[in-house]
Each structure stands twice: as structure tokens, then as C-alpha cells.
């Protein structure tokens, strides 16, 4: 075993915590764009990490298993978040996707695009 392969696995290892680490930082600013190009540079560190020589040491694998369990949670939030505003935007592009609101009598009123059968048509 030679030192350029440690090293190697060293730098490895120091690279994708430091990715994982701006993950975290992405997601707790909701920058998903860049959250998207980190997740894209991790891709290939870790399938050379995992293809390294000399495996990582046990401390090394520690704190790269602790920095993942941080993440996770906040990629679970974003993707939640997601999800939630995707359904948001699906409901008010909706055809029947209306709102009640009040007139200036106080009397509700929908606002929102006319449903089937809700327009006269006039020949």
C-alpha cells in the first residue's frame, strides 16, 4: 500500500464531506439549484471513494455517515416542499380552481375561471 493511494482516499474523503456539507447549507437556504449541482458533483467523488484502493478509516467513515444523517432530513424537507407547492400550483391552474371572496356588501363571491355550463351562450 502506498502513500499516493491514502492519499487519494484522504482527499476523496475530505472532498465529498465538504460536498455534503454545502448540501446541508443549500438546503437550509433553499437554494435547490444549487443544491442540484452539488448533488451532481457528489455522484462521481462517491463512486470513486467507494472504488478506492485503500478503504476509508473508520473515522473518516464516521464523520461522512454523521454529515449524511444531518442531510437527509433537510433533502426529505425540500423534496415535502416540493411536492407541496407543485400540488399548490396544479390546484390553481385547475379550470375549476376558484377562490370566495367579499363584494362590498359583504355578500361571497367566487372569483375564479367560469365553470362549464356557467357562461349563457348567445347565438
Request: glycine residues 8%; without cysteine.
Amino acid at each position: 500500500m502506498d502513500n499516493d493511494t491514502g492519499a487519494e482516499t484522504d482527499r476523496l474523503a475530505a472532498d465529498l464531506h465538504g460536498n455534503l456539507k454545502a448540501q446541508i447549507d443549500m438546503a437550509r437556504a433553499g437554494d435547490l439549484a444549487g443544491l442540484e449541482r452539488l448533488i451532481r458533483r457528489a455522484e462521481p467523488l462517491i463512486h470513486r471513494f467507494e472504488r478506492a484502493e485503500r478503504p476509508a478509516s473508520p473515522p473518516q467513515l464516521a464523520q461522512l455517515i454523521e454529515t449524511a444523517r444531518r442531510l437527509a432530513p433537510l433533502l426529505e424537507g425540500s423534496a415535502q416542499g416540493m411536492r407541496a407547492a407543485q400540488k399548490r400550483l396544479a390546484a390553481l391552474r385547475a379550470p375549476d380552481s376558484d377562490f370566495n371572496s367579499y363584494g362590498q356588501r359583504g355578500d361571497s363571491a367566487r372569483i375564479g375561471q367560469p365553470r362549464r355550463g356557467d357562461l349563457e351562450r348567445r347565438a
